[in-house]
T-cell receptor, first 117, second 113 residues
């Protein structure tokens, strides 16, 4: 079964608009972390934002915020005031628990975001 | 500060030839280490991860193997490459004992011809 699901293979958004990238996850571990990464055409993986399963508030980092809905197991990334430089692949990822021997970091299939001028 | 080095950046190899990709981490000890493969325009597939020296977990049965001869060194190998081994290979590390983010190397673009 998929641990991380990103249902939007591609999105086109007008510059300066806000955009929401969807991510749902599946885990039975009460302790987990959720991450978003940006991958521009160069291939490097850029860490954007982190949300812990016990965090009471949604994480924010500049123009990035994570809409964490624990009961629905969703962790959507919101980018406010999109810019041309936001065009890239975006990956949602999850790291489960801290049990010995279970330190896997699992990624979704990604969403290709294109910002239109 | 911590850094991760991965090399080579690009590689073109003939079918049937061996492969060795190396990844080293500096500035931390006992990291978790990971090898991912990304096919063109696709997501990241976890190949191997390691929580310590000589402790390797394989996620996908395939033509590849991994080794961790030293605490901060992670090597991806193949005895005989297949065309389907082409892709973008990424090494990453995370701290142990916490749910912190992963830090990635610059990647190796492998083309098997």
């Amino acid at each position: 079964a998929q641990k991380i699901t990103q249902t939007q293979p591609g999105m086109f958004v007008q510059e300066k608009e806000a955009v929401t990238l969807d991510c749902t996850y599946d885990t039975s571990d009460p302790s987990y972390g959720l991450f978003w990464y940006k991958q521009p055409s160069s291939g490097e993986m850029i860490f954007l934002i982190y949300q812990g399963s016990y965090d009471q508030q949604n994480a924010t980092e500049g123009r990035y915020s994570l809409n964490f809905q624990k009961a629905r197991k969703s962790a959507n990334l919101v980018i406010s005031a999109s810019q041309l430089g936001d065009s890239a692949m975006y990956f949602c990822a999850m790291r489960e628990g801290g049990r010995f021997g279970n330190e896997k970091l699992t990624f979704g299939t990604g969403t290709r975001l294109t910002i239109i001028p | 500060s911590q850094t991760i080095h991965q090399w080579p950046a690009t590689l073109v190899q003939p079918v049937g030839s061996p492969l060795s990709l190396e990844c080293t981490v500096e500035g931390t000890s006992n990291p978790n280490l990971y090898w991912y493969r990304q096919a063109a325009g696709r997501g990241l597939q976890l190949l191997f991860y390691s929580i310590g020296i000589d402790q390797i977990s394989s996620e996908v049965p395939q033509n590849l193997s991994a080794s961790r001869p030293q605490d901060r060194q992670f090597i991806l190998s193949s005895k005989k490459l297949l065309l389907s081994d082409s892709g973008f290979y990424l090494c990453a590390w995370t701290q142990t004992g916490g749910l912190t983010e992963a830090f990635f190397g610059q990647g190796t673009r492998l083309t098997v011809v």
